[in-house]
């Protein structure tokens, strides 16, 4: 059963950092791709970041480059996204998702190419 679980989130004042995981189960990570997803209240969901299946190429959202860092532990099955300079603007529910495929460059930020998603996990960035 593929399962993914994320973790991390919480309350930081602006400028703060967090570290989200992404732990998964049921399936070896490093052979599929994963993205991290978010979404506001009334927005669409938005793709953050992306690290391939192949070889750990990553990509990320033009709001969040140089603030964001996307990182695979395989020994531990998990990704973890690494959130400096947060800005109130970051607020929104994270989700994680896979796919076994990493999808074409210019569709890694988009939710339909992954299969299996995370329950996600609540980012509140506020003084």
């Known amino acids: 059963q593929v399962q993914l679980v994320e973790s991390g989130g919480g309350l930081v004042q602006p400028g703060g950092s967090l570290r989200l995981s992404c732990a998964a189960s049921g399936f070896t990570l490093d052979y599929y791709a994963i993205g991290w997803f978010r979404q506001a209240p009334g927005k669409e969901r938005e793709g953050v970041s992306c690290?391939?299946?192949?070889?750990?190429?990553?990509y990320y959202a033009d709001s969040v480059k140089g603030r964001f860092t996307i990182s695979r532990d395989n020994a531990k099955n998990t990704v973890y996204l690494q959130m400096n300079s947060l800005k109130p603007e970051d607020t929104a529910v994270y989700y994680c998702a896979a796919n076994p495929l990493t999808p074409p460059d210019g569709a890694t930020m988009i939710p339909l190419m992954y299969d299996y998603w995370g329950q996600g996990t609540q980012v509140t960035v506020s003084s």
């Open positions: 690290i391939s299946s192949k070889d750990g190429s990553t």
